[in-house]
């Protein structure tokens, strides 16, 4: 069985005054039978790993190259100097808004791993290409052209059009598209697919974790807006912990 996981993703979001929810969040995740993740800000994560113990700390992208003249990135080795043990790659708002193609969305996975990180690997389809009949076989060749070799990964399926909309698939949707990530993940990795957790994405809040975390083959999830407070998220995580 996969490990459950439950990932908070603050994105560009979250100054100083902010680490007393992470303080919060890791008061209650050391109780809990799941893995807790967070990703705060990079400006935080040296700080957010001083003070947890029971979590883990995770970067929200990392360059795919060690060093080099490349202003404002950074490589996988200076998230893991930091102290983090994780990090997001792949995620729609970096697909969309820099460009990221698969390709580099897998050599960015790669340099985790060679980092000594776990990526969580982010897919998912555009609402237009759900509309067109495409949602399968867009995951499904974001997923065989993103992943690296190895099979300590983390995946993580957001659809697009759920994101941050308050709009969720229903759950004959999310389970469909993740038995179609099972069946891939063990295509690709043998047994060992057996237990990448494969978490959901998009608009998950204290009233449907539940419900999603009843569905087969969801082992967790990536929360973005309801992670930023430790009251929406605690509850979540418990919700994750009860499946
Ligand atoms: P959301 O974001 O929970 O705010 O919809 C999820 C994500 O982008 O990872």
Redesign the pocket.
């Known amino acids: 069985m996969p490990h459950k996981v439950i990932a908070g ?1 603050w ?1 560009m979001n979250g100054a100083q005054t902010a680490l007393s929810e992470i303080a919060a969040i890791s008061l209650v995740a050391g109780s809990l039978t799941c893995k807790t993740i967070l990703c705060p800000p990079t400006t935080l994560t040296h700080l957010a790993v001083g003070m947890v113990d029971s979590i883990g700390i995770g970067g929200q992208n990392c360059h795919h190259e060690l060093e080099g003249p490349h202003t404002g990135d950074i490589s996988a080795e200076m998230i893991a100097e930091a102290g983090a043990q994780y990090v997001i790659v792949g ?3 970096r697909r969309e808004n820099h460009g990221e193609t698969d390709a580099l969305v897998q050599a960015k996975a790669k340099a985790a791993l060679r980092a000594g990180l776990m990526p969580i690997i ?1 897919i998912g389809e555009t609402l237009s290409q759900r509309e067109d009949g495409q949602a399968i076989s867009v995951v499904s060749t974001q997923f065989i052209m993103s992943v690296p070799t190895q099979a300590n990964i983390i995946i ?1 399926y ?1 659809p697009v059009w ?4 308050g709009v969720l698939p229903s759950l004959a949707q999310i389970t469909k598209m993740h038995d179609v990530i099972r069946a891939l993940l063990i295509k690709t990795y043998g047994k060992q697919g057996e237990s990448v957790p494969i978490l959901y ?4 809040k204290p009233n449907n974790a539940q419900g999603i975390f009843g569905v087969a083959n969801v082992n967790g999830a ?6 930023l407070k430790a009251s929406d998220f605690i509850p979540i995580m418990q919700a994750l912990s009860d499946s």
Not at 201 to 204: K, R, Y
């Open positions: 993703n994105k995620h729609s708002e982010c993580a957001e759920a994101i941050g909309t994405g998009g608009s998950v990536l929360v973005g807006g309801a992670s």
